[in-house]
């Protein structure tokens, strides 16, 4: 028994770079709510491991990604936001045009 740990699997989205969805691994994701999987793609899975409240994590606090888990069935971890650095920088084709740009 994994006493105060939750073993869990980690996919990712071919529709976003950079989100990835945690479930239970024993629960997988045949439950999974609907529009979540609308919004998220068909998961493709990338790494099984075991969440601990000693081992954080390098993008999510690991007891909200717990929790999350044990309370709703999954957790969803977002995309980083855009460095802004290189969002703002000349010649990138998403920098906003104006007076400033």
């Known amino acids: 028994?994994?006493?105060?740990?939750?073993?869990?699997?980690?996919?990712?989205?071919?529709?976003?770079?950079?989100?990835?969805?945690?479930?239970?691994?024993?629960?997988g994701t045949g439950d999974l709510p609907e529009v979540l999987l609308k919004q998220f793609g068909k998961p493709v899975h990338v790494s099984d491991m075991i969440l601990?409240?000693?081992?954080?994590?390098?993008?999510?606090?690991?007891?909200?990604?717990?929790?999350?888990?044990?309370?709703?069935?999954?957790?969803?971890?977002?995309?980083?936001?855009?460095?802004e650095d290189m969002f703002m920088a000349d010649g990138h084709p998403d920098k906003p045009a104006g007076p400033d740009a």
């Open 52 to 83: 601990s409240l000693d081992r954080p994590l390098a993008r999510a606090e690991v007891a909200k990604v717990m929790d999350h888990i044990r309370t709703q069935g999954f957790y969803l971890q977002m995309p980083p936001p855009p460095d």
């Open 1 to 27: 028994m994994l006493k105060g740990k939750l073993f869990c699997s980690i996919y990712k989205s071919r529709r976003k770079a950079g989100m990835y969805l945690y479930v239970d691994r024993q629960k």
